[in-house]
């Protein structure tokens, strides 16, 4: 358990302090994308799906910022590589992004 824990503490530390005006307006992002979702099963069609792909996009792009603290993505990704690599040694490229993903 200890070493579970221990796991998850150095994963969390990757990402980045998020203030709580940042998480109120991510919040509001993902309540669009599920209305847009609840549309989406209820008209079962082409414009529904697009529509839905349409509002997803802004809260993907956010979601990534909030990870990324507006810092560079390679240096998350490197962080993150090398909690995997310290985690289970030596590892095939395809593996690393396979874990980062």
Not at 20 to 40: D, G, M
Not at 47 to 62: I, V
Request: net charge positive; glycine share 4%.
């Amino acid at each position: 358990v200890s070493s579970v824990r221990e796991n998850l503490l150095k994963y969390s530390r990757l990402g980045a302090a998020i203030s709580i005006v940042k998480q109120f307006a991510y919040c509001a992002l993902a309540a669009t994308v599920r209305a847009s979702f609840r549309e989406e099963l209820s008209r079962i069609s082409n414009a529904a799906r697009g529509e839905f792909r349409k509002s997803l996009r802004p809260a993907e792009d956010e979601r990534v910022k909030l990870h990324l603290a507006e810092g560079p993505m390679h240096a998350v990704f490197s962080k993150a590589a090398l909690f995997f690599l310290k985690r289970h040694g030596p590892l095939r490229t395809v593996h690393i992004h396979r874990c980062i993903e």
